[in-house]
């Protein structure tokens, strides 16, 4: 009769061999898996903060675009920290105009934010020169929308914005409307450049030209 031979089963040491090896699979694995997460909230983030900024940008052109110079109003004015614009209605049946402003604000929780607000349509002097007025408040840290009225919308995170005016075929630093004189309500070009803050997302220094379309196309540098 023929003895079996007993089945020789693994050692403590092979297992625990084993379990360091599994163990060490399963690290590198979860480590690529939290990559992965890693580069798609990051590639997220980025689109987000892409998709943000050229939605600003392109209701910036639209606001310049619209910009109309009226009797006894301004078209434009930039006091170092708020511009606002007089422009007119998309929509050709309304007859009316808004004043639009944009600056550079803290929110609630302190982050530095481009904001822009914008008045209800008008259709006299004396509201418009009202909403002028309530624009220049607005722009003041100390002045919110609901004191004010109007709409206002947090765009973006902003360290930083600047404004140049191109006038007399070269550029230079944005004035007050006192400045521009009433014989050139609007400048033939706008220059605005935005200081982003550091991040994953976007970063540096973005800078974006107007041209007014009744103006010959400013030289770039």
């Given at each position: 009769?023929?003895?079996?031979?007993?089945?020789?089963?693994?050692?403590?040491?092979?297992?625990?061999?084993?379990?360091?090896?599994?163990?060490?699979?399963?690290?590198?694995?979860?480590?690529?898996?939290?990559?992965?997460a890693?580069?798609?909230?990051?590639?997220?983030?980025?689109?987000?903060?892409?998709?943000?900024?050229?939605?600003?940008?392109?209701?910036?052109?639209?606001?310049?675009?619209?910009?109309?110079?009226?009797?006894?109003?301004?078209?434009?004015?930039?006091?170092?920290?708020?511009?606002?614009?007089?422009?007119?209605?998309?929509?050709?049946?309304?007859?009316?105009?808004?004043?639009?402003?944009?600056?550079?604000?803290?929110?609630?929780?302190?982050?530095?934010?481009?904001?822009?607000?914008?008045?209800?349509?008008?259709?006299?002097?004396?509201e418009?020169?009202?909403?002028?007025?309530?624009?220049?408040?607005w722009?003041?840290?100390?002045?919110?929308?609901?004191?004010?009225?109007?709409?206002?919308?947090?765009?973006?995170?902003?360290?930083?914005?600047?404004?140049?005016?191109?006038?007399?075929?070269?550029?230079?630093?944005?004035?007050?409307?006192?400045?521009?004189?009433?014989?050139?309500?609007?400048?033939?070009?706008?220059r605005?450049?935005?200081?982003?803050?550091?991040?994953?997302?976007?970063?540096?220094?973005?800078?974006?030209?107007?041209?007014?379309p009744?103006?010959?196309?400013?030289?770039?540098?």
């Amino acid at each position: 009769m023929t003895r079996m031979r007993p089945t020789r089963g693994f050692t403590l040491i092979e297992l625990l061999v084993a379990i360091a090896v599994m163990a060490l699979l399963a690290l590198v694995s979860w480590q690529g898996l939290e990559g992965m997460a890693r580069a798609q909230s990051i590639n997220r983030e980025r689109s987000d903060a892409v998709l943000t900024l050229q939605t600003a940008l392109s209701q910036w052109t639209a606001d310049l675009d619209a910009t109309v110079t009226l009797a006894q109003t301004r078209a434009m004015d930039w006091d170092g920290r708020t511009l606002r614009l007089t422009r007119r209605s998309t929509d050709s049946a309304l007859p009316v105009v808004y004043v639009v402003a944009w600056t550079l604000r803290s929110d609630a929780a302190g982050v530095a934010r481009w904001y822009r607000w914008q008045s209800p349509g008008l259709t006299g002097r004396p509201e418009w020169q009202q909403a002028w007025d309530r624009a220049a408040a607005w722009g003041q840290d100390s002045t919110s929308s609901d004191e004010v009225g109007g709409t206002e919308i947090a765009l973006m995170p902003l360290e930083a914005w600047q404004l140049f005016y191109f006038r007399n075929d070269v550029w230079g630093p944005a004035v007050g409307a006192t400045a521009l004189g009433t014989g050139t309500p609007l400048p033939d070009g706008v220059r605005l450049v935005l200081s982003l803050p550091p991040g994953p997302a976007l970063a540096g220094v973005l800078t974006r030209d107007w041209v007014r379309p009744t103006a010959s196309a400013p030289k770039s540098s």
